[in-house]
Nanobody
Framework: QVQLVESGGGLVQAGGSLRLSCAGPGRTFSSYAMGWFRQAPGKEREIVAAISWSGGSTYYADSVKGRFTISRENVKNTVYLQMNSLKPEDTAVYYC????????????????WGQGTLVTVSS
């Protein structure tokens, strides 16, 4: 397992934007799919978006399609989540994690969960 560090969260008004970042060790980052997850108070953690190791394939939960964009820069060992048109229901702690592939990401991730980054969207 590796330690991934999330950043970029904050307080934003509805309709606003944020960009989250997730950094990991280079030797284990570029070979794996990466995913963003979130957990709202009182709810289970859910997958938000995922991206293949090359960046050529992506997945989005229906609730964020058209508003969020996942991307990665393997040379910087970083994956991003650009969040636009934010809604109060996007309020959650956001986490990143690795997976063997996009397809398996919803069932199994490879690393212990980090502290995440809190996103709060006010109405």
């Amino acid at each position: 397992q590796v330690q991934l560090v999330e950043s970029g969260g904050g307080l934003v008004q509805a309709g606003g934007s944020l960009r989250l970042s997730c950094a990991g060790p280079g030797r284990t980052f570029s070979s794996y799919a990466m995913g963003w997850f979130r957990q709202a108070p009182g709810k289970e953690r859910e997958i938000v978006a995922a991206i293949s190791w090359s960046g050529g394939s992506t997945y989005y939960a229906d609730s964020v399609k058209g508003r969020f964009t996942i991307s990665r820069e393997n040379v910087k060992n970083t994956v991003y989540l650009q969040m636009n048109s934010l809604k109060p229901e996007d309020t959650a702690v956001y986490y990143c994690n690795r997976g063997e592939s996009i397809a398996t990401m919803t069932r199994e991730t490879l690393d212990a969960w980090g502290q995440g980054t809190l996103v709060t969207v006010s109405s």
